[in-house]
């Protein structure tokens, strides 16, 4: 079991910066893929970026360049790094730790981007 707490969210003018953390508790945290999501209103779920144990990365087509995960394995966090943010970035962002067959969420955390 993997309890995630996510914190850093918050309301950011256009071409602003934010940073997301998402805090891990329960289980071997490096054995985990870690990922962020995020689901705009009336929107599907989507893959922002996600994390191997050994710090291999993917991003979504819409971030790529402008947002960096990475993560803390000693302190068992996960971070995001979004920078040059757009309003169409305005989501419910949420910390997702995958292990095999299992995923486990965090609450979200709110982040919109003011035009």
């Known amino acids: 079991q993997v309890q995630l707490v996510e914190s850093g969210g918050g309301l950011v003018q256009f071409g602003g910066s934010l940073r997301l953390s998402c805090a891990a508790s329960?289980?071997?945290?490096?054995?985990?893929?870690m990922g962020w999501y995020r689901q705009a209103p009336g929107k599907q779920r989507e893959l922002v970026a996600r994390?191997?144990?050994?710090?291999?990365?993917v991003y979504g087509d819409s971030v790529m360049g402008r947002f960096t995960i990475s993560r803390d394995n000693t302190g068992n966090t996960v971070f995001l790094q979004m920078n040059s943010l757009k309003p169409e970035d305005t989501a419910v962002y949420y910390c997702?730790?995958?292990?095999?067959?299992?995923?486990?969420w965090g609450q979200g955390t709110q982040v919109t981007v003011s035009s």
């Open positions: 997702n730790a995958h292990l095999s067959f299992a995923d486990y």
């Open positions: 329960g289980s071997i945290f490096s054995n985990y893929v």
């Open positions: 994390i191997t144990g050994f710090g291999r990365t």
